[in-house]
């Protein structure tokens, strides 16, 4: 089954600074990568995806990179803000009428004024 | 819509106790999944229905634990007996598959399970 690795599991960053979060998978057929984002005591809601068929996509400042020959995949946020603390989690899945996303084991992001 | 709906949002219960939690998905999804949050295993799928049908329940710990969905708006996680190692948050998600195959899933807000 699929395996996926999550880095780094906790991350602090100044307002304003950039976040990193890389993520790696086993399952050459994956073709679809999600990102959650969990603040504290709630549940994770979707914040971006990415499908196999592109390397880069953004919205605002958030963007998710794709390397398919290498299996990683990655979250960037740009300009950060302290709404933007909280636990954010890659997954990745085949699509498909038997898909199942299968999620890293979380970031941990402190964003600090 | 109201999203996702799950009961009850805390449980606090003795070890050797029955525990049902609850889910009702959004209307319209085919797919419903169970996962449980730890802050050691992070977020472990459990089981997983489609059409009301379970499809990979391989992530169930044990015996002690079951699911059913009896229809497409409703489905039950058990645990029989619990033990304190079942303490968790149990998150229900559903969703419906896109035309691109990709499913995307809305968390209810999940039921944290304490065991005594």
């Known amino acids: 089954g699929e395996n996926v690795e999550q880095h780094p599991s906790t991350l602090s960053v100044q307002e304003g600074d950039s976040a990193v979060i890389k993520c790696t998978y086993s399952d050459s057929a994956s073709n679809y990568f999600p990102w959650y984002k969990q603040e504290l005591g709630k549940r994770p809601q979707l914040i971006i995806d990415i499908r196999s068929n592109v390397g880069e996509k953004k919205d605002q400042r958030i963007a998710v990179t794709l390397n398919k020959t290498a299996k990683h995949f990655s979250l960037h946020i740009t300009e950060t803000q302290p709404e933007d603390s909280a636990v954010y989690f890659c997954?990745?899945?085949?699509?498909?009428?038997?898909?199942?996303?299968?999620f890293g084991t979380g970031t941990r992001l402190q964003v600090t004024l | 819509d109201a999203g996702v709906i799950q009961s009850p949002r805390h449980e606090v219960t003795e070890m050797g106790q029955e525990v049902t939690l609850r889910c009702k998905p959004i209307s319209g999804h085919d797919y419903l999944f169970w996962y449980r949050q730890t802050m050691m295993r992070g977020l472990e799928l459990l089981i997983y229905f489609n059409n009301n049908v379970p499809i990979d329940d391989s992530g169930m710990p044990e015996d002690r634990f079951s699911a059913k969905m009896p229809n497409a708006s409703f489905s039950t996680l058990k645990i029989q007996p619990s033990e304190p190692r079942d303490s968790a948050v149990y998150f229900c998600?559903?969703?419906?598959?896109?035309?691109?195959?990709?499913?995307?899933?809305?968390f209810g807000a999940g039921s944290r399970l304490t065991v005594l």
């Open positions: 997954a990745a899945s085949r699509t498909g009428t038997a898909s199942k996303l299968t």
């Open positions: 998600a559903s969703s419906r598959t896109a035309n691109s195959g990709a499913n995307v899933l809305t």
